[in-house]
């Protein structure tokens, strides 16, 4: 993955020049001056480890030189996660949350060593699995040197079992290695969000993450069936049956976590068959308004499709409903709103799912528009964030969030954040386009994604914090939560401790007490550094 941007550098692209000449005219911006640091460039400093901590890590991992990294490009590659501040950031050579190593365990005992050596020698130490985070997940708040967990070697299948269904794989395995090696036994886990190509099992259930699939398969959380974790005082092991009434699941105490309470070094899920059939279309709807009841009654009352999701006016607009159009004739060529429904399964349980949810669709007021930008969709559903990348080399600011909140409640809320972002940037001189879609639906309610493009301003890291900071208070205000799928990491944390409440934040610091009684797991993630 790119350093100080996304994923594969094979595959950034610049912007379309329609694009450009777009935000030139419609949000003033500008080419900023000047270049972006490169990798060889930056000097590293900061604190470094300790020699007696360096020798109880080295000898954590087997005594292996290359599982204890302190080269500069390691320490960079782990420097914070993907969010734009954090790219910014790394953009300008700032490198103040760089760890002072790297180590790289093979297996759960050694995560176990790492962590009590961590804890026996106070230092700070922060999982790392894809570093997708884009909630400053890997930015622990801490004072010294810290130490950045790869798990990139844990990424082994550890048991099928085709009679249940089930596959427990270690946590560090990437999603698309955990495809290739389901499909051969001809099983799915069905999980494809948008970081989907460079995020870890491990990841995904640390973050609660959703995918674009939702809708079919479920979030994450709905598919982890057991985990293992690893704790300075020992080993957590959840999971001995599918469902269980004997006391509280231990299991929703690990999911989300975020590396606060230890490291998850396996995790047991739920698989389904291959899939014999993909189909996705595209539905219009004269409003966002008239495309989302048509969705809440799908989700509702059904039939469900695997993949349901609706942008609004303005991201139909300029054409981010259709990523692979974009900056062509096709973008958003016709008026309202564009819904994908993309169904999976055998060719019978497709064909009547299809043909039960266009009947819907027809009665919600859609036109159908047919197969093609449902391809589409499909072909550039991982293409958001090169596109961000290249809206930053381009001179602008690009960022995302995301929420959710009950049915009656989310038209206040979709109204109330587009408020909260507009008002606030426009304010600051850089009026923003805001534009939102319904990305995962359930029977009670939905998310929204919200994208902001706008110029980036003098100091754009200051100026987005102030945009988030007023639409992550709009969100609570609103009723919404303050990520559905995101996570809290170090962004989110004080809205969190708002939404949980003082009793709610006072429990799971005790169990963190617990289970990190040094407190060095991921110091200021998730919960405020005591």
């Known amino acids: ?155 082994a299948l550890l048991a099928l079992d085709p009679v249940s269904r ?84 231990l299991r929703q105490l690990v999911l989300g976590s975020e590396g606060a309470f230890g490291v998850i070094t396996s995790v047991t899920v739920r698989v389904r068959p291959v899939p014999r059939v993909r189909r996705y279309e595209g539905w219009r709807f004269a409003s966002f308004e008239e495309g989302a009841a048509a969705l809440r009654r799908l989700a509702q009352d059904g039939p469900r499709p695997t993949v349901l999701r609706l942008s609004d006016e303005t991201e139909t607009l300029v054409g981010l409903a259709d990523p692979a159009a974009l900056g062509t004739e096709e973008a958003g060529r016709s008026a309202g709103c564009l819904a994908i429904a993309g169904f999976e399964g055998t060719e019978e349980d497709t064909a009547l799912r299809r043909e039960g949810a266009a009947a819907v669709l027809r009665e919600s007021g859609g036109t159908c528009a047919g197969e093609e930008p449902g391809r589409r969709w499909a072909d550039g559903r991982y293409s958001a964030p090169y596109l961000r990348d290249s809206l930053l080399d381009a001179g602008a600011f690009a960022e995302t969030l995301e929420t959710a909140a009950y049915w009656s409640r989310l038209p206040g809320l979709y109204a109330a954040v587009r408020e909260a972002l507009t008002a606030t940037l426009t304010g600051a001189g850089t009026p923003p386009l805001v534009m939102c879609h319904i990305s995962h639906v359930y029977e009670n309610g939905a998310s929204l994604y919200f994208t902001v493009v706008s110029a980036q301003g003098d100091d754009p890291v200051a100026h987005w914090s102030r945009a988030k900071r007023a639409a992550s208070e709009a969100i609570l205000a609103a009723g919404g939560t303050i990520s559905h799928h995101h996570g809290v990491g170090t962004d989110h944390r004080d809205w969190y401790a708002e939404e949980a409440g003082s009793l709610g934040v006072a429990a799971l610091r005790a169990v963190k007490r617990r289970l990190d009684p040094a407190g060095v797991l991921s110091p200021g993630v998730l919960l405020p550094a005591e």
């Open 1 to 155: 993955m790119r350093w100080n941007g996304w994923g594969d550098p094979a595959r950034a692209t610049p912007l379309p020049g329609a694009v450009t000449g777009l935000l030139r005219d419609w949000l003033g911006v500008e080419p900023r001056d000047g270049r972006a640091a490169r990798l060889e460039e930056i000097a590293v400093t900061g604190p470094a480890l300790g020699e007696e901590a360096r020798r109880a890590l080295l000898s954590a991992v087997g005594d292996r030189a290359d599982c204890l990294r302190t080269d500069a490009e390691s320490r960079i590659r782990h420097t914070r996660g993907k969010s734009t501040p954090d790219l910014l950031r790394m953009r300008s050579g700032d490198l103040a949350d760089t760890p002072a190593a790297v180590v790289l365990p093979g297996h759960h005992d050694e995560v176990l060593a790492v962590l009590r050596a961590c804890a026996a020698h106070r230092v700070p130490v922060v999982p790392f699995g894809g570093g997708t985070s884009v909630v400053g997940g890997l930015a622990p708040a801490r004072r010294g040197p810290f130490v950045a967990l790869d798990l990139r070697r844990m990424n």
């Open 166 to 249: 089930t596959a427990t794989f270690q946590s560090g395995l990437r999603a698309p290695e955990a495809e290739r090696i389901l499909a051969g036994h001809g099983f799915t886990l069905g999980h494809f969000p948008q970081s989907y190509e460079w995020a870890t099992l491990g990841g995904f259930a640390a973050t609660r993450s959703s995918g674009q699939a939702s809708a079919g398969y479920g979030r994450f959380d709905d598919m982890v069936l057991g985990l293992t974790l690893a704790t300075p005082e020992g080993t957590l092991d959840t999971g001995r049956a599918p469902r269980s009434a004997a006391g509280p699941d």
